[in-house]
Nanobody
Framework: QVQLVESGGGLVQAGGSLRLSCAAS????????VGWFRQAPGKQRELVALITNGGDITYADSVKGRFTISRDNAKNTVSLQMNSLKPEDTAIYRC??????????????????WGQGTQVTVSS
């Protein structure tokens, strides 16, 4: 399994932007699907965006048109560009990697590696 470290969280005003990065160790990272998940206090964890090793992508309806996931396999990173942020985007964001996932249809059990998370706070 790969080791994942997130960065880029912080405090931003509504309407602002942040870019999260997920850096991975391991030479086989390019073969993994990577997802960004978030969890706000008192709410269930939800998938924000997912990118497969083949480049297939899916987004939560709540972030479509505002967030963009991308990957740079040469740098072993997956990024999440978040624009037009809203207070309801406030959460801890974690990236996770799934070694054998080849489609955007997933089970949470597919993700065997998780980062520690980064806090995103959007003020109104």
């Amino acid at each position: 399994q790969v080791q994942l470290v997130e960065s880029g969280g912080g405090l931003v005003q509504a309407g602002g932007s942040l870019r999260l990065s997920c850096a991975a160790s391991g030479r086989t990272f390019s073969s993994y699907a990577v997802g960004w998940f978030r969890q706000a206090p008192g709410k269930q964890r939800e998938l924000v965006a997912l990118i497969t090793n083949g480049g297939d992508i899916t987004y939560a309806d709540s972030v479509k048109g505002r967030f963009t996931i991308s990957r740079d396999n040469a740098k072993n990173t997956v990024s999440l560009q978040m624009n037009s942020l809203k207070p309801e985007d406030t959460a801890i964001y974690r990236c996770a990697a799934a070694r054998f996932l080849r489609t955007v249809v997933y089970r949470i059990e597919d993700f065997g590696s998780w980062g520690q998370g980064t806090q995103v706070t959007v003020s109104s």
